[in-house]
């Protein structure tokens, strides 16, 4: 990216310096619950995530999820925090050009501080066809949506579990609820349409209840 997306972190208030660092945190955490690898830089404490900041002068890295059995299932994902209040189209292209820069990067993830404009949009429609890009803003990492107790447990299933829990109760997978891929929690999870998710609500007098829903 250019030199106006770095970060100076001498002009941040020691405000806007938490509120990178619970980003970094959610989004770190983020990743684990999708199944990639720990990030060994995840353990930082406050004050060593700014001094590395401070150095790298990007919020940027490689999530990596590693499959021993089969190598070719195994990804990895970049992301980037983007300072741009007015994100356009170039902004898109020059993510997806650093992405594909990169060797075995087959999807992204940009933070961004500002807003996406009605041409940004549009290049993400067309882009993710062919590599996938996932947008979040700053706000919804600040805080990990998924700690909440009012959030239940959500489990993707995986394309084995999906089909046998089809076949058990002999539905098709229109027939399941629903819920949509722009929900908080869908988008923490990274769903993408015709994902199954098992939730998990706990009752102090019903127990465990188990839902599924279809992303739609």
């Known amino acids: 990216m250019t030199d106006k997306d770095s970060l100076n972190i001498d002009q941040l208030s020691q405000e806007d310096k938490s509120r990178l660092y619970k980003v970094w945190k959610t989004i770190n955490e983020m990743m684990e619950d999708r199944g990639y690898d720990r990030n060994p830089d995840s353990n930082m404490n406050r004050d060593e995530f700014i001094q590395k900041l401070s150095q790298q002068l990007k919020m940027n890295g ?19 925090y983007i300072t741009e ?24 993830i940009l933070i961004i501080a500002g807003k996406l404009t009605q041409l940004a949009k549009q290049r993400i429609d067309e882009i993710n066809p062919i590599i996938r890009v996932e947008i979040f803003t700053e706000g919804e990492l600040v805080v990990n949506i998924t700690k909440h107790e009012l959030v239940p447990k959500h489990i993707l299933l995986s394309p084995q579990e999906k089909s046998e829990l089809l076949k058990r109760y002999n539905i098709k997978q229109s027939q399941l609820p ?19 998710v098992k939730i998990i609500r706990v009752s102090e007098t019903a127990g465990k209840y188990i839902t599924y829903r279809i992303a739609c």
Request: charged share 30%; proline share 5%; hydrophobic share 30%.
């Open 178 to 196: 629903k819920i949509f891929v722009t929900d908080p929690v869908a988008k923490y999870h990274g769903l993408t349409r015709g994902d199954v």
């Open 62 to 80: 490689i999530f990596s999820k590693t499959d021993q059995d089969n190598p070719e299932a195994s990804r990895r994902t970049y992301f980037e």
């Open 85 to 108: 209040q007015k994100l356009n189209a170039r902004t898109i292209d020059k993510f997806v050009e650093m992405m594909r820069s990169i060797p075995k990067i087959d999807s992204g």
